[in-house]
Nanobody, 121 residues
Framework: QVQLVESGGALVQAGASLRLSCAAS????????MAWYRQAPGKQRELIAR???????NYADSVKDRFTISRDNTKNTVYLQMNSLKSEDTAIYYC???????????????WGQGTQVTVSS
């Protein structure tokens, strides 16, 4: 089994910075794409940042130039550096990973349990 565990969520003031972390553990041969999603109250879950195994990245327009996704493949960990936070960034943030568990070509998708980020204005 594979587990993704997020950390770093908090209550902060508008304009502050936060860094989220997500560590993957368990039966892992390799990790392909990793990503961060978020879900605000009453809204659908949305993709905000994605990073490939080769560290190519893409971002939602709403966070571009404020958020940075990165990964440490030696630790099976993905990070989300969030700067200039706004009240509209308030949401539960979820980590996502596509995992190869062994040498077979089968890939599996996993989600973390979520971490709350609240930005007060």
């Amino acid at each position: 089994q594979v587990q993704l565990v997020e950390s770093g969520g908090a209550l902060v003031q508008a304009g502050a910075s936060l860094r989220l972390s997500c560590a993957a553990s368990g039966s892992i041969f390799s990790i392909n794409d990793m990503a961060w999603y978020r879900q605000a109250p009453g809204k659908q879950r949305e993709l905000i940042a994605r990073i490939t195994s080769g560290s190519s990245t893409n971002y939602a327009d709403s966070v571009k130039d404020r958020f940075t996704i990165s990964r440490d493949n030696t630790k099976n960990t993905v990070y989300l550096q969030m700067n200039s936070l706004k009240s509209e960034d308030t949401a539960i943030y979820y980590c996502y990973a596509i995992v190869q568990k062994d040498r077979s070509p089968h890939l599996y998708q996993y989600w973390g349990q979520g971490t709350q980020v609240t930005v007060s204005s």
